[in-house]
Each structure stands twice: as C-alpha cells, then as structure tokens.
C-alpha cells in the first residue's frame, strides 16, 4: 500500500501563472468539465503523465528536480549521465495523479541515449540558465529535438529559467524579455526560479501537475464521448441495413485491397450510410485510415 500524498502535494484550485504574458493559459480555475468529470468519477484512468526535462549542461535540471521531489540542493555539479527519473505524486481535485519527471543529461555525449527517452511525453520542460543567455539561444533547439519524438497537438511546454539568485534584478529583468519573447514563439508557459533558495520551485510544479491532469482528462473525455458517439451510430445503422437487406434482398460487405474481403460491421455500416445519404466516410468513422473496395452481393 502506498503511503497517502503529502499534503503540499494536494491540488484543489488551479495554481497561477508565473506570468500573464506567458502562459498556457490565465484562467482562474479549472475547466468546468474536469471538475465535474473529478466529483462523479473518482478514476484512476488519467492517473499519469510523462515529463521530459531538457537543457543545456549544467543549466540546473537536476537541481530543479532534486529541490522539488527531495528538498535538497547540492552546489558541486555531477553530470547527469543518460538519464535519471522521479516520480512525484499528488492528488488533484481528489483524483490520484503521478508525474514521471525524467531528467535528461546535457552533455553531448550522452544526448543519443537522452533522446531514446523523449517520446510519449505530456509535458516538456525546456530548462535554460538565467545568467547565461547562451542556454537561453539553445533553448529552441531543444525543444526541436524534443518535439520530434512527440506529437505538437497534445504536449505542454514550459520555458524555465533557473538560478534566479546570481542574477542582479536588472539583468533578470533583460533575460526575462527575450524568455517571454520566444515563449510567446514556441507557445511555453515561461517560469523563473532557483533550486538554490527554492524560490518558485514547488509552485512551479504545482502547476505542471495541474496543467498535465486537466489536459489528460479533457482528452479522455474526448476519447470516450468519440466512442461513445460511434457505438450509437454503429447500433443504430445496423437496424436500418438489415431492414434494407430484407427490403432489396441485397447488400454491402467490404473487403479491402489485399482481397481478403473480411466483412466488417463498421466500416459496412458507414459505407452504407456514405452511399445512402453521401456522408463522408471519414466523417462516420473519424480519422480511421480507410482502405477498402465496395462489393455488391445479392443475399
Ligand atoms: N546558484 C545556483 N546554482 C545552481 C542552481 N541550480 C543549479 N545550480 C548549480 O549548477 C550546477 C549544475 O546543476 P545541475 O542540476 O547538475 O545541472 P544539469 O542541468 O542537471 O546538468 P547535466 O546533468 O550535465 O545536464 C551545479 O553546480 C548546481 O549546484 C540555482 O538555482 N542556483
Ligand atoms: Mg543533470
């Protein structure tokens, strides 16, 4: 059994932006179908999300993952060979949820097995240092290499900039412009901190959690009200083509282009449909790729 979450790990009202200028989005509160799907369903179907944590070297990825899930901050720098993992639970709006923080390393070396660990993620979190503007130029390549082994439609990226205790105000205020700048570009949330003194950190990641578990359930909401639309469709069609096939005494079957001409319910129905009142196939079955050849038989 699994210890209960700690207690500044329990989310119940969306956490704020770092800033308005550059953010995933400003509302005050979580969508109202999250909330809603959360009261009536205490599921663990949207439990998890992967989060890549990517940088230059020695930008303070590890640091930046160690202060949150450890409390700890270590001033000597140890490479970050391949790459390490975290996971940090926390419960939001009452619903269990774990983030899989993996930390990748930096070093070029090491970059062809980093990126082995890059597909799948919700989340990216492009890290750069705030008193180097260098890490901040390589930040979008990062995220290039990131983007790669992901699909752009479905990922949250959040721009960090860390160390925010060796910068004086006015050079933070300089590094800041440029930051939101290129997040407003490449669509990040954009962040400031410092693992050293812990400024912004449990905050920051309050907010990753919050923003990964509403997108998650908003997806699965869509999955399952997509499902379900194509249940009724099929259950309901299937009755008017049988009727057809004793009205007319024929019939639709499918077989698709290698000629193994397997009948198949669905795609027999929605070709149906498709004839009878010109639909587009793709709108009955959504993006399912569709690779068949219409056969009349007579029953
Ligand atoms: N002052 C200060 N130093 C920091 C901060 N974060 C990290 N450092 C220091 O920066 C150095 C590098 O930190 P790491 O977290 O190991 O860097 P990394 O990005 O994981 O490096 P790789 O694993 O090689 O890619 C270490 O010496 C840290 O102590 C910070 O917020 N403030
Ligand atoms: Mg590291």
Same mark, same amino acid.
Request: contains cysteine; charged residues 25%.
């Given at each position: 059994?699994?210890?209960?979450?700690?207690?500044?790990?329990?989310?119940?009202?969306?956490?704020?932006?770092?800033?308005?200028?550059?953010?995933?989005? @400003?509302?005050?509160?979580?969508?109202?179908?999250?909330?809603?799907?959360?009261?009536?369903?205490?599921?663990?179907?949207?439990?998890?999300?992967?989060?890549?944590?990517?940088?230059?070297?020695?930008? =303070?990825?590890?640091?930046?993952?160690?202060?949150?899930?450890?409390?700890?901050?270590?001033?000597? +720098?140890?490479?970050?060979?391949?790459?390490?993992? %975290?996971?940090?639970?926390?419960?939001?709006?009452?619903?269990?949820?774990?983030?899989?923080?993996?930390?990748?390393?930096?070093?070029?070396?090491?970059?062809?097995?980093?990126?082995? +660990?890059?597909?799948?993620?919700?989340?990216?979190?492009?890290?750069? #240092?705030?008193?180097?503007?260098?890490?901040?130029?390589?930040?979008?390549?990062?995220?290039?290499?990131? !983007?790669?082994?992901? #699909?752009?439609?479905?990922?949250?990226?959040?721009?960090?900039?860390?160390?925010?205790?060796?910068?004086?105000?006015?050079?933070?205020?300089?590094? %800041?412009?440029?930051?939101?700048?290129?997040?407003?570009?490449?669509?990040?949330? +954009?962040?400031?901190?410092?693992?050293?003194?812990?400024?912004?950190?449990? #905050?920051?990641?309050?907010?990753?959690?919050?923003? @990964?578990?509403?997108?998650?359930?908003?997806?699965?909401?869509?999955?399952?009200?997509?499902?379900?639309?194509?249940?009724?469709?099929?259950?309901?069609?299937?009755?008017?083509?049988?009727?057809?096939?004793?009205? +007319?005494?024929?019939?639709?079957?499918? =077989?698709?282009?290698?000629?193994?001409?397997?009948?198949?319910?669905?795609?027999?129905?929605?070709?149906?449909?498709?004839?009878?009142?010109?639909?587009?196939?793709? !709108?009955?079955?959504?993006?399912?790729?569709?690779?068949?050849?219409?056969?009349?038989?007579?029953?």
């Amino acid at each position: 059994m699994l210890p209960p979450v700690k207690k500044d790990r329990i989310i119940t009202q969306l956490p704020k932006c770092f800033s308005p200028n550059a953010a995933l989005h @400003t509302k005050e509160s979580f969508h109202p179908q999250v909330k809603a799907a959360c009261q009536v369903q205490k599921t663990d179907s949207f439990n998890v999300a992967k989060v890549i944590v990517v940088g230059d070297v020695a930008v =303070g990825k590890t640091c930046l993952i160690s202060r949150f899930c450890k409390d700890a901050f270590d001033k000597t +720098y140890k490479a970050t060979i391949g790459v390490d993992f %975290e996971m940090e639970r926390f419960e939001v709006l009452g619903v269990p949820f774990s983030l899989q923080l993996w930390d990748t390393a930096g070093q070029e070396r090491f970059k062809c097995i980093a990126s082995t +660990y890059y597909r799948g993620a919700q989340a990216i979190i492009v890290v750069f #240092d705030l008193s180097s503007v260098n890490s901040l130029t390589n930040a979008r390549q990062w995220l290039e290499d990131a !983007m790669k082994e992901n #699909d752009p439609s479905s990922v949250l990226l959040f721009l960090v900039g860390t160390k925010k205790d060796l910068s004086s105000p006015e050079q933070l205020a300089q590094t %800041e412009q440029e930051a939101i700048r290129l997040s407003e570009e490449i669509k990040a949330e +954009y962040w400031a901190v410092s693992a050293k003194s812990g400024d912004g950190i449990r #905050d920051f990641f309050l907010r990753v959690a919050s923003l @990964t578990f509403e997108a998650n359930v908003l997806a699965e909401l869509e999955l399952n009200e997509s499902r379900h639309t194509r249940d009724i469709i099929s259950e309901s069609l299937h009755a008017e083509v049988s009727a057809c096939r004793h009205a +007319y005494g024929c019939c639709l079957v499918y =077989g698709d282009k290698s000629g193994r001409g397997k009948p198949r319910n669905k795609l027999f129905i929605c070709l149906f449909i498709k004839i009878c009142t010109s639909t587009p196939t793709n !709108m009955l079955l959504g993006n399912e790729p569709i690779n068949f050849t219409p056969i009349f038989s007579t029953f």
